[in-house]
């Protein structure tokens, strides 16, 4: 079956502008994860959803960060008045549950100017 | 708190040769998951394994192996006879089961070259 997309697969900005990363998970899997991959670093958690709600959003760096799942399926990730410190690859991840294994989409490239 | 340790920034061996990948994990959970991911160059990072703590039995895969021990808190995956298309960054990442920590805890990947 079809894995889990995100668009686009690479975002160009400029500092201060508002973005928005899209997140469609495998269908039928009610979990949903963001983290954020540096350069040459391990990706690091940013929020978890369960359903439409967010479990956990510790990992959030500041409140620019925010993220929604409306419909308990696809998810967005909002990031206002980017900085060039932004700057990082996004992954979603989602799993059929909690505690399960994570798959993990091809991640979007975002570069702050 | 939890914390993955790979100590090995990057390793270089020549094809057919067996690479043995460290994982060293700190955790105050008492059932905890461990897993090791693959992410080539193309940047996806792909499933390869998931432990859980109460099951310390090796595994084996194929080509693949991976060594649990408890005692050292050690998860280290091991690759015999590598191919080039084994060249990859691996990254082993950890998961309690408390409430709020099912998020992923990764450490920084070692980066593996296989040349031919």
């Known amino acids: 079956g079809a894995g889990v997309s995100q668009t686009p697969s690479n975002k160009v900005t400029e500092k201060g502008k508002y973005v928005e990363l899209r997140c469609d998970p495998i269908?039928?899997?009610?979990?949903l994860y963001w983290y954020r991959q540096s350069l040459g670093q391990g990706p690091e958690f940013l929020i978890y959803?369960?359903?439409?709600?967010?479990?956990?959003d510790s990992g959030l760096p500041n409140d620019r960060f925010f993220a929604v799942r409306p419909e308990g399926s696809v998810s967005t990730l909002k990031i206002q008045r980017t900085e060039r410190g932004d700057s990082a690859v996004y992954l979603c991840?989602?799993?059929?549950?909690?505690?399960?294994?994570?798959?993990f989409g091809p991640g979007t490239r975002l570069l702050v100017l | 708190a939890q914390k993955v340790t790979q100590a090995q920034t990057e390793i270089s061996v020549v094809e057919k040769e067996d690479v043995t990948l460290d994982c060293v994990y700190e955790?105050?959970?008492?059932?905890?998951?461990l897993f090791w991911y693959k992410q080539p160059p193309s940047g996806e990072l792909v499933f390869l394994i998931r432990?859980?703590?109460?099951?310390?039995q090796n595994e084996i895969s194929g080509r693949y192996s991976w060594n649990f021990q408890k005692s050292t808190s050690s998860f280290n995956f091991t690759i015999t006879a590598s191919q080039v298309v084994d060249s990859a960054v691996y990254f082993c990442?950890?998961?309690?089961?408390?409430?709020?920590?099912?998020?992923?805890?990764f450490g920084k990947g070692t980066k593996l070259t296989v040349n031919p």
């Open positions: 991840a989602s799993s059929p549950g909690l505690v399960e294994t994570q798959y």
């Open positions: 269908s039928g899997h009610t979990a």
């Open positions: 959803f369960q359903g439409t709600g967010a479990a956990d």
């Open positions: 955790t105050r959970d008492t059932t905890y998951y």
């Open positions: 432990r859980n703590s109460f099951d310390e």
């Open positions: 990442a950890l998961s309690g089961t408390q409430g709020g920590s099912e998020k992923l805890v």
